[in-house]
């Protein structure tokens, strides 16, 4: 570290080993405690196992993979998955986007909160419900269409992984195109220009730098993607599967973790890309998106064609969000998928046999999103609200986690335990949901707290608060609704988590998640979606109860400032 390194705290110049050496330091002890926690926190499990995986493959493993024609035949899929994956969700994702903001059609209420259904529905759900559509005794392709076909591969995969990642583009698109200002639409028309040639010019322009950003997040995501493949790639291998194949069923550490590598630098590379974009995207809608559109009235006059293109478009998506569901609740009260349709509560009942997962996956989801959140809202706030030491390195690790593939972390916490021989799986798993999804709890957090003025902290200092005390009566009040997505998010992706807890899971604390995989691999369809159903409804249940807490936390700060 540099010893030059030093800041301005309250006016007093400190530098980072003042922490350590003894000396006296004007502020909140608390401050400081919980900093230097944090900064434990984020060396020790994001710094210190990323270390650990980098350095643990030699020279001979390196070797091992680059002469093997299977691996590059990994690689190459694993690109072609992600460039055709992502190029089509963030496609579709546009689209939808576009026809829900910016034209005319009915039940845009509807429309527009089926992405945000899907994204409140654990992962898994699309994976196993594209088996029972789409697979060889899937309802679409062997009971209406007769078809003795397999979409497993590539195909396959390509449908469950846009389904799966087309509503990311939908929200980050969505708050591009809300933003564009209609007297700049109204200004083209009025000079001549057309429906089509306004779009290209004026709407498209605006909204690319949301599409490329969606585009290399959602790129990334696609990568690290290991549930969709795992249950529909079949014997098209793709990095993220093979990293777990290589480990757990021929036990090459060396191989896993090379493969694991990698898979980490067109991600990082992607990562660095879309961060500085968000940065400049932040910037460009500032400027050139000033109006948003809020009523149905400022609504675009489309043309007919348009109209209801996007009409079909939308109900279709719909259609095929709402059908992953729908074969979920029929798949848990069928005897035998696509032989057998007798009703039964056979597989209700053999959820008897899933409580540990169960509440393995609730309580540990439950915890790790609070902490993330916790964490999270605790770098932004030094990153954003103070001059602590180190800014630079909380906001980096915050967010260095969304550029690292599941399956490499969950490698590289499983080999950073081992070290240390530390075995309590349970806490392993915990660490692990909770650092995967810190980044865009930091991300959402600070795009609220970077909104609020500074001169409320001022304000607050000048009536005798610290820091502290300012970040829980200020900060936390002002951004709830920011913690609460984020909690409520982490939670969501937490319970159906695979890729970075496949490789700590143990006889002792088993997933619900990693059950629905098994089941799935075993041909159990009935099994594997009465418990993703009762999984989905519990989570939903649990969003619901978190909503309720927002608005009695909401009326109790409204009636103490009245009081």
Not at 469 to 496: C, D, E, H, Q, W
Not at 528 to 546: E, K, P, Q, S
């Amino acid at each position: 570290m540099d010893r030059k390194c030093e800041i301005t705290l309250s006016e007093k110049k400190i530098s980072f080993w003042d922490f350590f050496n003894g000396k006296k330091i004007t502020g909140s002890k608390t401050f400081y405690l919980i900093w230097f926690a944090v900064f434990i926190f984020l060396s020790i499990f994001i710094l210190f196992p990323l270390i650990c995986v980098l350095f643990s493959p030699n020279i001979d493993d390196f070797k091992h993979v680059f002469s093997m024609q299977i691996w590059k035949k990994a690689t190459l899929n694993t690109f072609l998955e992600c460039i055709c994956s992502s190029s089509l969700s963030v496609l579709i994702g546009f689209i939808y986007a576009y026809a829900v903001y910016k034209t005319r059609i009915p039940f845009k209420k509807f429309f527009s909160f089926i992405p945000i259904l899907h994204l409140l529905t654990p992962p898994f759900v699309g994976g196993l419900s594209f088996i029972l559509l789409l697979g060889k005794q899937g309802f679409i392709t062997h009971t209406l269409l007769g078809l003795d076909i397999s979409l497993y591969g590539f195909r396959g995969l390509l449908i469950a992984q846009t389904l799966c990642f087309f509503p990311i583009s939908f929200m980050i698109c969505g708050e591009a195109i809300q933003g564009i200002d209609d007297n700049l639409i109204k200004a083209s028309k009025s000079l001549g220009a057309g429906h089509i040639k306004t779009f290209f010019t004026v709407s498209l322009p605006i909204c690319l730098p949301a599409i490329f950003s969606s585009m290399l997040f959602i790129a990334v995501s696609v990568m690290s993607d290991f549930g969709n493949p795992m249950i529909v790639g079949g014997r098209f291998r793709v990095l993220a599967v093979e990293i777990y194949t290589q480990l757990t069923g021929w036990m090459n550490w060396g191989t896993s973790t090379v493969l694991g590598i990698i898979l980490l630098i067109p991600s990082i590379i992607m990562f660095i890309f879309q961060n500085r974009l968000t940065k400049k995207n932040l910037l460009k809608t500032a400027t050139a998106s000033i109006k948003k559109n809020s009523t149905d009235d400022d609504a675009l006059k489309s043309c007919r064609f348009v109209k209801v293109f996007m009409t079909i478009f939308c109900i279709f998506i719909s259609i095929c969000v709402l059908s992953q569901f729908i074969a979920i609740i029929a798949g848990s009260f069928q005897k035998l998928w696509g032989i057998d349709t007798t009703f039964t509560l056979k597989h209700i009942q053999n959820l008897k046999r899933c409580t540990k997962e169960l509440s393995n996956s609730l309580l540990f989801s439950v915890i790790s999103a609070a902490l993330s959140t916790i964490i999270a809202g605790f770098c932004v706030f030094f990153v954003y609200r103070t001059n602590s030491p180190l800014k630079k390195y909380f906001d980096v690790l915050s967010q260095l986690p969304a550029a690292i593939p599941g399956t490499l972390f969950g490698l590289a916490i499983s080999i950073a335990a081992s070290k240390i021989k530390f075995t309590n799986s349970a806490f392993l798993i915990i660490i692990a949901i909770t650092i995967g999804f810190m980044p865009f709890s930091f991300r959402s957090i600070a795009s609220k707290v970077s909104q609020i003025n500074t001169s409320l902290d001022d304000a607050a200092s000048s009536l005798g608060a610290g820091k502290i005390k300012t970040y829980f009566t200020v900060i936390l009040p002002l951004s709830k609704g920011a913690f609460f997505n984020a909690f409520v998010y982490n939670f969501v992706r937490g319970v159906g988590t695979m890729s970075a807890v496949i490789f700590l899971v143990s006889f002792k604390t088993p997933l619900a998640s990693i059950k629905i995989l098994n089941l799935a691999e075993q041909g159990f369809w009935g099994d594997a979606a009465a418990l993703a159903l009762l999984l989905t409804l519990i989570t939903f249940v649990i969003i619901g109860l978190c909503k309720f807490i927002l608005f009695l936390w909401s009326r109790f700060w409204i009636v103490k400032k009245l009081h």
